[in-house]
Nanobody, 114 residues
């Protein structure tokens, strides 16, 4: 049974940092690409960052230079380091992978506000 469990969200001031974690289980993690998405109130879910099984990454233009996605195949973990956070980064962040269908975690709330 596939499980994706996010953690690390919270309330942070503009300019601050957070590190999100996603614990994966129930599938062969090391051979799968992983991604982080986010969904703000009233908006569609959007791709934030993607990492291939080989470690190649790409990012949404809105987070380039501020966010970093990484993975630890030994621990079946994927991370999202978020720096220089802005109020517009406020959203629920979801861990994702796809193999035949989309799999999502339950999400973790990130709120950037003073």
């Amino acid at each position: 049974q596939v499980q994706l469990v996010e953690s690390g969200g919270g309330l942070v001031q503009p300019g601050g940092s957070l590190r999100l974690s996603c614990a994966a289980s129930g599938f062969i993690f090391s051979i799968n690409a992983m991604a982080w998405y986010r969904q703000a109130p009233g908006k569609q879910r959007e791709l934030v960052a993607h990492i291939t099984n080989g470690g190649n990454t790409n990012y949404a233009d809105s987070v380039k230079g501020r966010f970093t996605i990484s993975r630890d195949n030994a621990k079946n973990m994927v991370y999202l380091q978020m720096n220089s956070l802005k109020p517009e980064d406020t959203a629920v962040y979801y861990c994702h992978f796809a193999r035949g269908r989309n799999y999502w975690g339950q999400g973790t709330q990130v709120t950037v506000s003073s």
